[in-house]
Structure formats: structure tokens, C-alpha cells
């Protein structure tokens, strides 16, 4: 069926027309879906996105700019891509760890969590001068730890950063 054929098929009757829509270029969809997300659950759901996305948006096709066949390539083509890097940013994202080192904290930050520790009945406080714990974690999982080569804050700032936990009356130690 050519492409005027079938994008009239598609205005008169949507659910016929979208399976021939499918019959015709549904496998040039999933090549170009495929040749760019390896996973073939990737692909698969990427693929039902495109199919979605080409019905939504077809009377974004002009004719006039291109074939039917070009347009299609290139919803899928940047539905996959969209997909690829969105998987790439969770990617990049759980390799991250999610505590970073207490370099940064300042006695009025220590103050603040000291209170509302204090409120929330703790007793007891431990100060980790940067999380190693979370090397291992890392290793084992055969990634990077960002924090591996961290230096450890100066002792005399991190017994700074005691005080006003111990002045809310909480046993407070540093720990690691």
C-alpha cells in the first residue's frame, strides 16, 4: 500500500489502518529500534512507545518534507535514543553514591541535626568522617566508589562537629 493510501486508511479508520501501518513498516521499526537498543526488552518497550507515539503524532507527517518512510525511521530512531540515554542517566545515577563526604558540614548544620536527633529521642550519635563503608558495596558490584581516594577531614573538624551534639546531651563518637 503506498503512503498516501495508507495515511487516508489511518484518518478513516484508525485501528485498521494502524495495522497495516504495522504489517508495512512495523519490521523497519524494529530494526531501527533494535540496531540502537541491544536489550531486547529495551527494545521491545521502546518499540510500543514508537507505534504510540507514530499514531499520536501523525499529523505532524508533511508530506511535503519527506516520505512516510523517512519520518518513520526518525520518530524511532529518536524515540530510541531518548530511551538509550534516559537508561544511561539511571545508569549513572546508581553508580553514584548517595552520601557524599562531611567535608562540607559546618558546626551550624551539626547544631541543627543535633536537635532534631535530640527531639526524636537518639541517644547516640556516630560521625562517619566520609562513608567507606560504601567501598565495598562498590567493589563488589564491580563499580567504581567515587569516594575511594577521599581524604579524611581534619580531626580537630570533625571534633568540632561533636560539640553540639554532645552539648544536646547525646553521646556522640566518630566512628571509621
Not at 507505534?51 to 519527506?66: K, N
Amino acid at each position: 500500500m503506498d503512503a498516501g493510501a495508507l495515511l487516508e486508511l489511518l484518518r478513516q479508520d484508525p485501528a485498521a489502518g494502524t495495522e497495516a501501518l504495522l504489517r508495512q513498516y512495523g519490521p523497519l521499526l524494529h530494526y531501527v529500534v533494535g540496531s540502537v537498543l541491544r536489550d531486547r526488552q529495551d527494545a521491545e518497550d521502546c518499540y510500543s512507545e514508537v507505534t504510540e507515539l507514530v499514531w499520536r503524532r501523525l499529523e505532524d507527517y508533511d508530506p511535503a518534507r519527506g516520505s512516510l518512510t523517512a519520518w518513520l525511521t526518525a520518530v524511532a530512531r529518536n524515540t530510541a535514543l531518548n530511551h538509550l540515554k534516559a537508561r544511561l542517566r539511571r545508569e549513572q545515577h546508581l553508580a553514584q553514591p548517595e552520601t557524599e563526604p562531611a567535608h562540607h558540614d559546618t558546626p551550624e548544620e551539626a547544631a541543627r541535626m543535633a536537635q532534631a536527633l535530640a527531639v526524636a529521642g537518639v541517644g547516640q550519635v556516630h560521625l562517619l568522617p566520609f562513608h567507606r563503608l560504601g567501598g565495598g558495596k562498590y567493589t563488589a558490584l564491580g563499580r567504581p566508589y567515587a569516594y575511594a581516594a577521599a581524604c579524611p577531614p581534619a580531626a580537630d573538624k570533625l571534633e568540632t562537629l561533636l560539640i553540639p551534639f554532645r552539648a544536646a546531651s547525646l553521646t556522640a563518637a566518630i566512628q571509621g
